[in-house]
Each structure stands twice: as C-alpha cells, then as structure tokens.
C-alpha cells in the first residue's frame, strides 16, 4: 500500500483507540453501579464499544503485519531487480 493511506491508517487507529479507551470502562461502571434507568438507556449504545474493539482488532492486525508485508514485496522485488542488472 502507498505511504499516504498506511499513515492515515495508523492516525485512524490511534484517533479509535481514545474513544474505545473511554468507553469501554464507562459501559462497565454504568453495568455495575449506574442506576437502572442510566442502565436501560445504556442498553441501546451497548453495542458501540464491541464495534469500536472490532474496528481496532482489525485496524491493530494489519498495522501488526504491516512489517512482514513490506519485507515480504521487498524479497519479491529483490529477484527482480538482479536479472535487470545481470542483463547489462
């Protein structure tokens, strides 16, 4: 992938990480000592922190295997640029 969409892909997945980071231990806390009218409406935005963790597992396992894929392309190319060099 170009260098552009890999950065913006990195800021995505640090500007996810804050609001995932939030909410996660505020949907704990509302479960256990929020009351059950909070908890009632808690019940409809229930399913906002499980997207967002979806979102950042997907986001964190290409960043991860980001590496082993440039060197993987870089391996491929390297052949490549051998014979071009060998037919001189």
Same mark, same amino acid.
């Given at each position: 992938?170009?260098?552009?969409?890999?950065?913006?892909?990195?800021?995505?997945?640090?500007?996810?990480?804050?609001?995932?980071?939030?909410?996660? /231990?505020?949907?704990?806390?509302?479960?256990?000592?929020?009351? /059950?009218?909070?908890?009632?409406?808690?019940?409809?935005?229930?399913?906002? /922190?499980?997207?967002?963790?979806?979102?950042?597992?997907?986001?964190?396992?290409?960043?991860?295997?980001?590496?082993?894929?440039?060197?993987?392309?870089?391996?491929?190319?390297? /052949?490549?640029?051998?014979?071009?060099?060998?037919?001189?």
């Amino acid at each position: 992938m170009t260098k552009s969409l890999t950065k913006w892909f990195r800021a995505f997945h640090r500007w996810i990480a804050v609001p995932t980071a939030l909410l996660i /231990p505020a949907a704990v806390l509302i479960k256990l000592l929020g009351s /059950p009218e909070l908890v009632a409406a808690w019940e409809r935005l229930d399913k906002v /922190p499980s997207l967002l963790m979806l979102v950042m597992a997907i986001s964190g396992t290409y960043l991860f295997l980001l590496p082993y894929i440039a060197k993987a392309q870089r391996k491929k190319r390297a /052949p490549a640029a051998l014979q071009t060099d060998k037919g001189r």
